[in-house]
């Protein structure tokens, strides 16, 4: 073996071309194992999660230094930290089969799936769905009740309803007179059509209003869920029937004038609390008088929050738990419009409050192209290429906003609170303004809110405001309001997905952008008392950043976004973890497949034969 010397000397004894040609074999030999190397360990990085999911080198960095890092300096580290746990435990339960899809329904939901359940499943397993049961837990809390009803009064009520997609043969259609009305009817019935083919005689009847239509009494619907859970069982094979009965009683009544039950007007909140359970701390609250100028309860720890920020997201939306909402959301002020039934009704629609009682559905608003809902196909720049700063564009929503209210609505109080100039009086003043005052400094203790700087940093940072302030009546001019707001330049969603920081609150009802923004490269920031089809399937703090109803933890979780570089990484982790799972989950053929387990499910609610129905072939002999 040649030593040091001995190498040198042979090198050196070597003919020029004889030298290069060995360099040429050395860096060929050194590149292929780099190459290699490199292909390994990208293959570990990239795929060493159940989901597959592929991320840029911002992602990688952020799972490196997350990795490194044994102690939570911040709240916001254990909630991304838990958020990421819990959903990779989730992903070990998703399903790839019709026996293992099966065998968790019935585990989860006490009964065989519904007739059908194999032509839905193969659909999703067609279309790389991600089955995972829990996801669909929504549908099943909302149809609960419906159990409770006899089945051919709820076929025939929804039969019956002025706006109706109808399924018979394995057709769709919409019916109902929508004339100058927003087209939803027809995007529900095209996404309903896809699935009509493999669907049984079905009729989905459609709330028509922005604003949820139905609270029945708590006590009510406690009854109705209990006999729901009383009917719950696997019965035998033998016993099982696998065909629907089909609509042919309800079909020969020919044309029914829809049933209305009574609609009431008048106090939304007084409504809304009989929703409540007797002990919740809602349910003996009256209205607040408008006169009051809003407040955050002192020393306010709900249980759905830890140190302060939101951890259970769908806790956080429930009115019954939080009193102080009845003065800080136009819902419980003054809604736009209001017609309201205590009795249990078929009626679905695209959100609800947790004390309604419609069935949920995709709002029609996402299955649109309109490029108003979903920025269109331009989803924003990178991460490192975006707007460092805060952007909202909207219009002054939320109820009818007047003289004697609009300090209590939502949007009024976001655009204050993102206003520097604003923001910079109070701190100087040591004052509030109409919409809220400061979070105590106990809570939130940050350098910028020690030192009264939020609102000089806002200014720079900050790009809000209404594009409409909709004031009542319409030949006020808006005077009530305009020492506080002026209206501002309209801007596309695709401009504000130049911006890293999206605020989503909610305006008559659920916002209709969520969707967009969580399928941008922005962090969407989400507040919200408005359920949706698809909030088993998003994790908070790891698809989008939660924020309580009363935004007073705003400041707080966009300063943990921007001290620091860590901050800025978190920002970023969770803003491409969204848009990614968002991009699995929300498509069409997610919403469709929403849809059609849903159907499938309430025509077996509107079955004489229900408690027998259902899916078995998975459980005869081969």
Known sequence: MLGNHGLRDWLASLPDNRICSLRWQSILRYATVTFIVSITLSGIFLFRRPEGFLRDSGSHYFEYFWNQ?????????????????????????????????????????????????????????????????SFFDRIY??????????????????????????????????????????????????????????LPDVDMPINYMDESRLIVPWEDVKSLVEKEQASRSVKPLAEVVTKYSGLAKVDAKGDVEPYNPKWLGGDYWNLSRAACAPDSPSRNVTQVGLAELPVVPEDWEPEYSYNGYVRNSTAAMDPCYQPHLRGMHGTFVEPLTMSTSKELIPLFGGCKLTVNNEILIPGAMYLTDDPFYSGGNTHGPPWRQKIDGVVWRGVASGGRNKKENWMHFQRHRLIEMLNGTTVSGMEENSSRTMTFEMSPIQKYDFPRRREGTIGNWLEKFSNSG?????????????????????????????????????????????????????????????????????????????????????YQDLYAILDYFTKDKKGDKSAQFIAEEGRSWGARVLRREDMLLYVWRLLLEFARVCDEKREMLGYIDDLRPA
């Open 69 to 133: 890092t044994e102690v939570a300096d911040h709240p916001i580290d254990q909630l991304i930290s838990d958020a990421h746990t819990f959903h990779e435990n989730l992903l070990k339960q998703r399903s790839f089969d019709i026996p293992s899809a099966a065998a968790r329904y019935r585990e989860r939901r006490g009964r065989h799936p519904p007739p059908g359940f194999d032509a839905w499943f193969n659909y999703a397993k067609e279309h790389d769905a991600i089955i995972v049961e």
């Open 141 to 198: 809390a909302d149809l609960a009740p419906y159990w409770g009803l006899d089945p051919q009064t709820t076929a025939e009520r929804a039969s019956s309803w002025e706006y109706v997609v109808r399924v018979r043969d394995g057709v769709a259609n919409g019916t109902g007179n929508t004339g100058a009305k927003v087209p939803w009817l027809q995007l529900w019935t095209g996404l309903v059509e896809e699935a009509a083919p493999w």
């Open 466 to 550: 209404f594009v409409n302030l909709l004031c009542f009546p319409a030949d006020s001019n808006c005077t009530y309001v305009r020492p506080y707001f002026h209206e501002v330049e309209s801007m596309p969603m695709k401009e504000q997905y130049k911006y890293k920081f999206m605020p989503d609150v909610d305006g008559n009802s659920f916002s209709a952008r969520f969707r967009g923004f969580l399928l941008s490269t922005s962090l969407p920031i989400k507040a919200t008392i408005y359920a949706e089809w698809h909030d088993d399937r998003l994790m908070p703090w790891l698809h989008f950043a939660p924020m309580d109803n009363t």
